[in-house]
C-alpha cells in the first residue's frame, strides 16, 4: 500500500498540464485558462493533493496568520469580560477566510524587542494591537518593517495608521447627562488611564458636561483600582452623589466600597459604568453602563487588518462605532 502524498507533479500528470500551471492554480493566480483550472482542481480531487504550506508560503510571501498583541497581563486579559469580546469579535472576522489568530501577550521591553523581531520575521502577515500603553514603539516599528497594522483604539495625541475604537467622549457625556437628568449635583469620576487614549477620551467626555468643578481619581480599569480610586473620592468630596466610572469592573469595584462606607445604592449615590458587559446584569443593584460594541470592535479589526493585507482599497482607515446608555436600577 502506497501511503506517500500525493505531489504536484503527480497532480499534474493526472490533469495533463505543466507543474506551473498546477502552482498557479493552488495559489490562486488568474494566468491560468478555465479548461486547465478545472483539470487541476478535478486532479487535486481525485488524488487528495494537499498544498505543502511551507512552499506556498515561499510562493505566495503569505503565511496566512495575523497576530494579536495584547500588551496586559494574564491576569487582566482572562479576567475582564472586553478582552473576551473583542477575541470572539476578531474571531468571527477571520472564521470565514484561511486566516489563523496567534495570541501573543506584550508587557515588558524585552516582549516587545522580541515580539518585533518575530513578527516582521516573515511569520505573520499583519497584526491587531490592542491595550497600547503610551508611546509604545511596536506599531511605529512595525509599519516601518511593513508589516501591516489595525490598533484599538489611539495612544494620546497620536492618530494611527489604520484603527477601530467606540465613540468613548460621546459614552461618557452619556453617562453624565443622565446623572444630571436624575437631579444628581456631585458627580465624581473614575477615570481609566491616562497613558491610553480610552482613558483621555472617557474623561474628556466627563469634563466637558459635567457641572461645576468635577472630581476625578485614576484607576486602571481593573475592579480593584475602582474600589481604590473610590475610598479616594470618599475621603475628598463625602457629599457626592453620583459616580461614573470609566469601566464596569471600576464600577463594581466603587459600589463594592460605597457599601462598605453605608452608602445606598442608588439612593445614596449613582453609580454608571462604561462597557456594559454581561458582568453590569449580575451585580446588587444592576449597573447602568455605556454600551460599546466590543465584539463589532473586533470584527471591525480584523476586516480592515485584511484589508490592509489585501492590498484592497479601503473607504477609511479610521472606524469608530457608537456607544449608547444601558439604563439599570444602580442610577
Same mark, same amino acid.
Given at each position: 500500500m502506497n501511503n506517500q502524498r500525493p505531489t504536484l507533479e503527480a497532480v499534474a500528470a493526472r490533469a495533463g498540464v505543466g507543474r506551473g500551471t498546477v502552482s498557479r492554480v493552488v495559489n490562486g493566480s488568474p494566468k491560468v485558462s478555465p479548461q486547465a483550472r478545472e483539470a487541476v482542481l478535478k486532479a487535486i480531487e481525485e488524488l487528495g493533493y494537499v498544498p505543502n504550506p511551507a512552499a506556498r508560503?515561499?510562493?505566495?510571501? =503569505?503565511?496566512?496568520?495575523?497576530? &494579536?498583541?495584547?500588551? #496586559?497581563?494574564?491576569?487582566?486579559?482572562?479576567?475582564?469580560?472586553?478582552? !473576551?469580546?473583542?477575541? =470572539?469579535?476578531?474571531?468571527?472576522? &477571520?472564521?470565514?477566510? #484561511?486566516?489563523?489568530?496567534?495570541?501573543?501577550?506584550?508587557?515588558?521591553? !524585552?516582549?516587545?524587542? =522580541?515580539?518585533?523581531?518575530?513578527?516582521?520575521?516573515?511569520?505573520?502577515?499583519?497584526?491587531l494591537l490592542l491595550s497600547l500603553h503610551g508611546d509604545d514603539p511596536l506599531p511605529r516599528h512595525l509599519e516601518e518593517r511593513g508589516l501591516p497594522t489595525v490598533r484599538a483604539g489611539t495612544a494620546p495625541g497620536e492618530t494611527p495608521v489604520a484603527y477601530v475604537d467606540a465613540d468613548n467622549v460621546g459614552g461618557a457625556r452619556l453617562a453624565v447627562e443622565h446623572l444630571l437628568g436624575r437631579g444628581r449635583s456631585r458627580i465624581v469620576t473614575i477615570a481609566g488611564p491616562q497613558d491610553m487614549g480610552v482613558g483621555v477620551d472617557r474623561l474628556t467626555g466627563y469634563r466637558e458636561t459635567v457641572r461645576g468643578e468635577g472630581h476625578v481619581a485614576y484607576g486602571d480599569f481593573s475592579e480593584e483600582s475602582g474600589a481604590a480610586a473610590m475610598l479616594d473620592l470618599l475621603a475628598r468630596v463625602p457629599d457626592l452623589d453620583a459616580v461614573y466610572a470609566a469601566s464596569d469592573p471600576m464600577a463594581i469595584g466603587a459600589m463594592r466600597e460605597l457599601r462598605r462606607a453605608g452608602r445606598s445604592v442608588p439612593e445614596d449615590v449613582a453609580v454608571v459604568g462604561f462597557d456594559d458587559s454581561a458582568s453590569a446584569r449580575s451585580t446588587v443593584p444592576p449597573l447602568t453602563s455605556v454600551h460599546q460594541p466590543v465584539e463589532e470592535m473586533g470584527r471591525a479589526m480584523a476586516e480592515l487588518l485584511l484589508a490592509r493585507i489585501q492590498g484592497r482599497e479601503i473607504p477609511t482607515s479610521a472606524v469608530i462605532l457608537d456607544t449608547y446608555l444601558v439604563v439599570r436600577e444602580s442610577s
Amino acid at each position: 500500500m502506497n501511503n506517500q502524498r500525493p505531489t504536484l507533479e503527480a497532480v499534474a500528470a493526472r490533469a495533463g498540464v505543466g507543474r506551473g500551471t498546477v502552482s498557479r492554480v493552488v495559489n490562486g493566480s488568474p494566468k491560468v485558462s478555465p479548461q486547465a483550472r478545472e483539470a487541476v482542481l478535478k486532479a487535486i480531487e481525485e488524488l487528495g493533493y494537499v498544498p505543502n504550506p511551507a512552499a506556498r508560503t515561499l510562493v505566495t510571501r =503569505r503565511t496566512d496568520t495575523v497576530a &494579536l498583541v495584547v500588551s #496586559e497581563s494574564e491576569e487582566r486579559i482572562w479576567g475582564e469580560p472586553f478582552f !473576551a469580546g473583542i477575541i =470572539r469579535g476578531i474571531s468571527g472576522g &477571520l472564521a470565514e477566510t #484561511e486566516f489563523q489568530l496567534l495570541l501573543a501577550m506584550s508587557q515588558s521591553e !524585552a516582549d516587545r524587542e =522580541r515580539l518585533t523581531r518575530y513578527l516582521t520575521g516573515q511569520h505573520v502577515d499583519g497584526a491587531l494591537l490592542l491595550s497600547l500603553h503610551g508611546d509604545d514603539p511596536l506599531p511605529r516599528h512595525l509599519e516601518e518593517r511593513g508589516l501591516p497594522t489595525v490598533r484599538a483604539g489611539t495612544a494620546p495625541g497620536e492618530t494611527p495608521v489604520a484603527y477601530v475604537d467606540a465613540d468613548n467622549v460621546g459614552g461618557a457625556r452619556l453617562a453624565v447627562e443622565h446623572l444630571l437628568g436624575r437631579g444628581r449635583s456631585r458627580i465624581v469620576t473614575i477615570a481609566g488611564p491616562q497613558d491610553m487614549g480610552v482613558g483621555v477620551d472617557r474623561l474628556t467626555g466627563y469634563r466637558e458636561t459635567v457641572r461645576g468643578e468635577g472630581h476625578v481619581a485614576y484607576g486602571d480599569f481593573s475592579e480593584e483600582s475602582g474600589a481604590a480610586a473610590m475610598l479616594d473620592l470618599l475621603a475628598r468630596v463625602p457629599d457626592l452623589d453620583a459616580v461614573y466610572a470609566a469601566s464596569d469592573p471600576m464600577a463594581i469595584g466603587a459600589m463594592r466600597e460605597l457599601r462598605r462606607a453605608g452608602r445606598s445604592v442608588p439612593e445614596d449615590v449613582a453609580v454608571v459604568g462604561f462597557d456594559d458587559s454581561a458582568s453590569a446584569r449580575s451585580t446588587v443593584p444592576p449597573l447602568t453602563s455605556v454600551h460599546q460594541p466590543v465584539e463589532e470592535m473586533g470584527r471591525a479589526m480584523a476586516e480592515l487588518l485584511l484589508a490592509r493585507i489585501q492590498g484592497r482599497e479601503i473607504p477609511t482607515s479610521a472606524v469608530i462605532l457608537d456607544t449608547y446608555l444601558v439604563v439599570r436600577e444602580s442610577s
